[in-house]
């Protein structure tokens, strides 16, 4: 778009999602870029969902890079310090406020980044008075993943059932099964759990290079393409219901100035 074309957009009927992730490795089966490109391929089908009709709902330019220390032991791995992540992410939005855009969803694909966005959009809150809704895209669909997965509470982890299926599903041009390996996480007390299904209520810093060998957390070898695309079609469209109930919120909802 150019900037003319936004000029002219009308700021009420308009959503922006900002789709965040990270540069990290997700077990030998899977490229580098996959919590990104989730985030990002969903919000586009999002999107698409809104085409045709008095709103409209864009997609920025996505962030891929997030904080993902606990990958580092892994070559191709990118990360952010949380302050650096958590600048971007304010400085992104605060451009906008001034020409009058006040819709707006983080959309995240990667774990680590959660805690670092529910902060920033209180800061966004705090500063700017503008109120930022944040989600990860499977804390949408946790009846979907129940419903799908073959894998025990930990089998959904990190390069998984879940996420190697949703590749399978998007493009399995990039996914090797022949290296998908199965590596349960180490629960570390009994009230932790790393599965997208069923988080725990502790939460324990993880460090992927000591605790798996190649990179995984849960049981990738039972992915497949057709758990990939109820994965992907129940994200998008339990998404777009929440953007429309959105959508009603009054702009004194949502702006205090």
Same mark, same amino acid.
């Given at each position: 778009m150019t =900037?003319k074309?936004i000029?002219i957009l009308?700021?009420d009927?308009?959503?922006?999602i900002?789709?965040t992730?990270?540069?990290?490795?997700?077990?030998?089966?899977?490229?580098i870029?996959?919590?990104?490109?989730?985030? $990002?391929?969903?919000?586009?089908?999002?999107?698409?969902?809104?085409?045709?009709g008095?709103?409209?709902?864009?997609?920025?330019?996505?962030?891929p =890079?997030?904080t993902s220390?606990?990958?580092?032991?892994?070559?191709?791995?990118?990360?952010?310090?949380?302050?650096?992540?958590?600048?971007i992410?304010?400085?992104?939005?605060?451009?906008?406020l001034p020409h009058?855009?006040y819709?707006f969803?983080?959309?995240?694909?990667?774990?680590?980044?959660?805690?670092?966005?529910?902060?920033t959009?209180?800061?966004?809150?705090?500063d700017?008075?503008?109120?930022?809704? $944040?989600?990860?895209? =499977?804390t949408?669909?946790?009846? $979907?993943?129940?419903?799908?997965?073959?894998?025990p509470?930990?089998?959904?982890?990190?390069?998984?059932?879940?996420?190697?299926?949703?590749a399978?599903?998007?493009?399995?041009?990039?996914?090797?099964?022949?290296?998908?390996?199965?590596?349960?996480?180490?629960?570390l007390?009994s009230?932790?759990?790393?599965?997208?299904?069923a988080g725990?209520?502790?939460g324990?810093?993880?460090?992927?290079?000591r605790?798996?060998?190649?990179?995984?957390?849960?049981?990738?070898?039972?992915a497949?393409?057709?758990?990939?695309?109820?994965i992907? $079609?129940?994200?998008?469209?339990?998404?777009?219901?929440?953007i429309?109930?959105?959508?009603?919120?009054e702009k004194?909802?949502?702006r205090?100035?």
């Open positions: =900037w074309e000029e009308d700021r009927n308009t959503f922006i900002f789709p992730g990270a540069i990290e490795q997700h077990g030998p089966q899977l490229p870029d996959t919590d990104i490109y989730n985030s $990002t391929t969903i919000s586009e089908e999002v999107a698409r969902k809104f085409v045709g008095n709103q409209r709902v864009l997609v920025a330019p996505p962030i =890079w997030g220390p606990h990958h580092l032991g892994f070559p191709g791995t990118l990360s952010l310090r949380p302050e650096t992540f958590s600048s992410i304010f400085d992104v939005i605060s451009s906008l009058g855009f819709r969803l983080l959309m995240n694909g990667h774990g680590g980044n959660a805690g670092i966005l529910t902060a959009v209180s800061q966004l809150s705090d700017l008075g503008i109120s930022v809704p $944040t989600l990860s895209y =499977w949408m669909i946790k009846e $979907t993943l129940i419903a799908v997965g073959e894998s509470i930990g089998g959904m982890g990190h390069a998984c059932e879940m996420e190697t299926s949703l399978l599903h998007m493009r399995a041009d990039l996914v090797d099964m022949s290296l998908a390996v199965r590596e349960m996480p180490r629960e007390t009230r932790s759990s790393i599965d997208f299904r725990g209520p502790v324990i810093p993880l460090d992927f290079l605790d798996s060998k190649h990179g995984v957390m849960g049981d990738p070898t039972l497949t393409a057709q758990k990939g695309e109820r992907f $079609t129940d994200a998008c469209e339990n998404i777009s219901a929440l429309s109930e959105l959508f009603l919120l004194s909802q949502l205090k100035n």
